[in-house]
C-alpha cells in the first residue's frame, strides 16, 4: 500500500489554527455580548485596516464572499458581517487565536450579558439560601449533643454518687494532709 492510500482510507482529523487577533476575540465573545455591542466594542478598538485584514483573512474560508461595504458607516458594517459570520452555525471556521494580547480589546462589566449576569445571581442566590438552611440544621444538631452530652454526664454522676464510687473531695483531702503529717513526723 502507497502512503496516499494511508491517508484516503483514514480521514485526516486535524485542528487548524490561524493567527489572528479581532477573529478570536468575536468568536471568543460573540456567544457572550449582544452582537450590537460587539460590533461597537470591535469599531471603537480596531483600526479600519485591521478591520478589513480580518475581512480578507475570513473571506477564503466561506463559500461566499463577504461584502465590500462603502460609505461613512463601512467598518460598522463589514464588523456586522464579521460577527455574523462567527455566529453563523453552518460556516466551519478554524480554532483563531492571539499572539499579543495587547490587540484584544478590554471588555468590561458594562459590556456583559445582562441576562447571563442575572441567571448567574439566580442560581448563587438558590445556592445561599441551600447553606444558610445547613448552617442552621448544624446549629440544631450541636444544640442536640449538648444536651445529650450534658444529659449524659448528668446520669453518670447521678450514679457515680448513689454507688459511692467516688469518695468526697473533703475526706480525700483531710486523710491525705494527715497521712502526711503522719509520714513527716515518722521521718523526723
Known amino acids: 500500500m502507497s502512503d496516499n492510500e494511508d491517508t484516503a482510507a483514514q480521514p485526516a482529523v486535524y485542528l487548524q489554527l490561524r493567527r489572528s487577533e479581532l477573529p478570536c476575540f468575536v468568536v471568543d465573545k460573540c456567544n457572550l455580548i449582544p452582537v450590537d ?14 478591520i478589513m485584514t480580518a475581512r480578507a483573512e475570513l473571506n477564503p474560508l466561506l463559500q461566499s464572499r463577504l461584502p465590500r461595504r462603502s460609505g461613512t458607516n463601512k467598518c460598522r458594517a463589514t464588523m456586522e458581517d464579521i460577527v455574523k459570520t462567527c455566529l453563523n452555525p453552518a ?3 478554524p480554532q483563531f487565536y492571539a499572539v499579543e ?23 448563587l442566590r438558590a445556592e ?3 447553606v444558610s438552611f445547613l448552617q ?27 454507688n459511692n464510687e467516688f469518695p468526697a473531695l473533703s475526706e480525700t483531702r483531710g486523710s491525705t494532709s494527715e497521712q ?5 513526723g515518722q521521718s523526723l
Not at 180 to 184: A, E, G, N, V, Y
Open 37 to 50: 455591542q460587539l460590533v461597537e466594542i470591535c469599531t471603537d478598538f480596531y483600526q479600519e485596516s485591521e
Open 91 to 93: 460556516v466551519s471556521l
Open 101 to 123: 494580547l495587547t490587540h484584544l480589546p478590554p471588555v468590561g462589566a458594562s459590556h456583559c450579558d445582562v441576562s447571563a449576569i442575572l441567571t448567574e445571581l439566580q442560581a
Open 128 to 130: 445561599v439560601r441551600e
Open 136 to 162: 442552621e440544621e448544624v446549629a440544631e444538631l450541636r444544640a442536640q449533643l449538648y444536651s445529650l452530652m450534658s444529659t449524659s454526664r448528668s446520669a453518670v454522676q447521678k450514679s457515680a454518687v448513689q
Open 180 to 184: 502526711q503529717r503522719s509520714h513527716d
